[in-house]
């Protein structure tokens, strides 16, 4: 099995950006040069330096070659408190003046010069905040003095090691607060270097796919064909496995996955996630691989299953209970439930879509009152620690610097039930998921139902998501979720999530290659990851990047 529609990554200079650099003064004579590819990690150990110029323990820092354009290095969204890597691996010598965005302070202006010394770059600058009347700024910087002394490897092509210190005056412009001093001095030493989404790290990927589908098909059962039950979930265990597998270009007729899907189709499933999931993975066992190349390219395809009678009639009925059984229009508990609100939780609900979603491409249209029920429960289930903000995206298609900062009304995560209090961080990608999927089904329906101001909320919704994701981000835990549980569950609606949006990167962080770096981390040598099948499945469906995308559709 082999990665497909990995990622494409280019290397152009900046055209927009949210680091402005307005002017460049004269380089220092034979400059330096970084010779990285975008896909690297540069980690280096950061140490702060007391007042007595004693070194604190090594924090890790990780800077992203795709983040350095120009000998520049730009990173996202900073707050005032991470400028020391931004002014530290600054490359360009001799005098200059720029600008430089900034969270709560929306822009410092800053005179610099950087110069060769006795084998280092030495960067002496000043900043300052534009102006306290600003329009939209909350905070003021006044007295901004950083210098840097670095070393920079010009043999290697990057930093290896250096000192910076950094001190200004911070103002909070609403209320009465007392200005405060920051005055700080850091140590910088290079770590390591590793490739991110090279050949290495492709082959890497590939292998661990093999390895877990290996693995996956020695856990099945030879006299069944099917899979120990997750649970009490004896359909959606191994129906999770036919999806998975069929994902990861297993033919339908292959040995592996012919029995278990044989078997799927004299079922009776009866809970929301078996319904769904079996769905799910008809549908993907009977996808033509020319209608996948299609979807990934934006295109708007006519769906063909090439299923029997007995087989469509038993797709239609699974997905009509589905759509029945709901605990209002387009919110879903755990059957049998009574019709109240109460019972129903985003967990049950997003698979209940994706169930719908494989159901209209086996034949079966949801009401037009589901999908809009699908908005309320996401409107419905909002935690309340939201705010305006923005959040930086990188979609499909687009080059590195054309990552666009988007206006967020409100930055609320989203919860499991209306009970809950805290948002968890597969909850924010099943919302995600779910409404880009209740826009893109609107959408084909050509529903009158989706007005402008529908398709603007519902992409204010998703951007809620996104920004609350990159306040909260993570890979190796599952935010906001007591205990760090579920882990790879959530990575697997964290992939869903992305495909259906066609985000790249969220901020600045690649949100493949770090969760695929995390579960390659993670896999056991005999191809595990834990120990039981669900677990495996979503490891192998993240790596895979194995969602359909949605056609191009709304506002974006």
């Known amino acids: 099995m082999r990665l497909t529609a990995l990622i494409l990554l280019r290397y152009n200079p900046p055209v927009r950006a949210l680091v402005i650099f307005v002017l460049a003064a004269t380089a220092v004579a034979d400059p330096p040069a970084w010779k990285l590819d975008p896909t690297d990690f540069l980690h280096f150990d950061r140490r702060k330096i007391d007042a007595k110029g004693k070194l604190g323990e090594p924090a890790a820092i990780t800077v992203y070659a795709h983040q350095i354009r120009d000998g520049q290095y730009s990173p996202v969204s900073l707050g005032h408190h991470q400028m020391d890597p931004f002014f530290a691996l600054r490359l360009p010598g001799g005098k200059s003046t720029f600008k430089l965005k900034l969270r709560k302070v929306i822009e410092l202006r800053v005179k610099g010069d950087v110069r060769e010394e006795e084998g280092h770059l030495v960067g002496e600058f000043r900043f300052a905040s534009r102006g306290k009347d600003a329009r939209g700024d909350t905070h003021d910087i006044r007295g901004g ?87 009490n979930y004896d359909i959606g265990t191994t129906a999770l496995v036919v999806l998975t597998l069929a994902a990861c270009d297993v033919p339908r007729t292959d040995a592996r996955i012919q029995p278990a899907l044989a078997w799927l189709f004299q079922q009776t499933p009866e809970k929301t996630y078996d319904r769904s999931v079996a769905l799910m993975a008809v549908d993907r066992a009977f996808t033509p691989k020319s209608e996948i190349a299609a979807m990934h390219r934006g295109k708007l395809v006519k769906f063909r299953r090439d299923l029997t009678d007995p087989q469509r009639t038993w797709a239609l009925r699974i997905a009509r209970a589905l759509e029945a059984t709901a605990s209002g229009p387009g919110t879903w508990g755990y059957p049998p439930a009574p019709r109240v609100i109460v019972r129903a939780d985003t967990s049950n609900t997003q698979y209940a879509v994706l169930g719908l979603r494989a159901a209209a491409r086996l034949g079966y249209d949801a009401k037009v009152s589901t999908w809009l029920g699908v908005l309320r429960h996401f409107q419905q289930h909002r935690t309340k620690d939201g705010k305006r903000g923005e959040v930086v995206l990188l979609r499909e298609g687009q080059a590195l610097a054309e990552a666009r900062p988007y206006k967020v009304k409100d930055s609320s995560g989203y919860r499991y039930t209306t009970r809950s209090h805290q948002g968890w961080a597969s909850m924010a990608c099943a919302a995600i998921a779910s409404l880009s999927i209740t826009r893109s089904e609107l959408a084909r329906r050509k529903s009158t139902r989706l007005t402008k101001s529908v398709d603007r909320e519902i992409h204010q919704l998703v951007l809620g998501g996104w920004a609350w994701l990159d306040r909260n981000w993570s890979v190796s835990r599952h935010a906001g979720h007591p205990g760090n549980a579920h882990l790879y569950y959530y990575l697997y609606s964290l992939e869903r999530a992305a495909v259906l949006d066609r985000v790249k990167r969220v901020g600045d962080r690649d949100w493949y290659v770090q969760g695929a770096r995390q579960l390659l981390a993670l896999q056991k040598k005999e191809g595990a990851w834990g120990d039981d099948v669900v677990t495996n499945c979503f490891a192998l469906l993240f790596l895979k990047r194995a969602t359909a995308p949605l056609p191009i559709t709304g506002t974006r």
């Open 145 to 231: 003095v950083v210098t840097t002394r670095m070393v920079f490897d010009r043999e290697r092509g990057l930093f290896t090691s250096g000192r910076i210190e950094i001190k200004y005056t911070l103002r909070v412009l609403s209320g009465v607060h007392k200005p405060q001093l920051y005055e700080r001095k850091f140590d910088y030493k290079l770590k390591a270097v590793e490739s991110g989404g090279g050949k290495t790290f492709r082959d890497a990927v590939n292998t661990a796919i093999d390895k877990g589908i290996a693995r996956l098909t020695a856990l099945r059962h030879v006299d069944t064909g099917r899979w120990k039950a997750h649970g």
